[in-house]
C-alpha cells in the first residue's frame, strides 16, 4: 500500500477533537514529529492559528500552494485560488459527514416520516420485483 496523504506545508486537514472539530485548515509549519502549526484561514473556516497534534488532524486530498509560515492573506489567496471550500463540499467524506449531521439533528418525527418513506419505497421495489418474476 502506497501513501497518497503526507503531511507537509500545504496540505488541507480536518480537525476531528477539540473545540474546531470538523472544520478544515491548513498546514503551516511542521513543529516536530508529534505536532505541526495549521491555520485555517479563520475567515473563511473558523479555525485560528494553533500548534496541534497530528491525533487530533485527518489529512485530506486536498492541498495549497503556500510557503512555509504563510500569512493570513496569502492563505486567504491560496485558498480561494485553488477552490477549497468547493472541493470539499464535493467531497464524498463532506457529504458523509453532511448526511451524519442532519441525521443527527433529526427529531422524532422526522425520524418517522423518514421510516414511512423507507417502507412505502421497498413495498414498491417488492412490487416491481414480483412483476419482473412474474413475467421470466
Do not use: H
Amino acid at each position: 500500500m502506497v501513501f497518497k496523504r503526507y503531511v507537509e506545508v500545504g496540505r488541507v486537514v480536518l480537525v476531528n477533537y477539540g473545540p474546531d472539530a470538523g472544520k478544515l485548515a491548513t498546514i503551516i509549519d511542521i513543529v516536530d514529529q508529534n505536532k505541526c502549526l495549521i491555520d485555517g484561514p479563520a475567515n473563511l473556516t473558523g479555525v485560528t492559528r494553533q500548534v496541534i497534534p497530528y491525533g487530533r488532524i485527518a489529512l485530506t486530498d486536498l492541498t495549497v500552494k503556500i510557503s512555509r509560515n504563510a500569512r493570513q492573506k496569502s492563505l486567504t489567496a491560496a485558498w480561494t485560488e485553488a477552490d477549497v471550500l468547493a472541493k470539499w463540499e464535493a467531497s464524498s467524506w463532506a457529504k458523509k459527514m453532511a448526511a451524519k449531521k442532519k441525521r443527527a439533528s433529526l427529531n422524532d418525527f422526522d425520524r418517522f416520516k423518514v421510516m414511512v418513506a423507507r417502507k412505502q419505497k421497498s413495498n414498491i421495489i417488492a412490487k416491481k420485483m414480483k412483476e419482473i418474476a412474474a413475467k421470466a
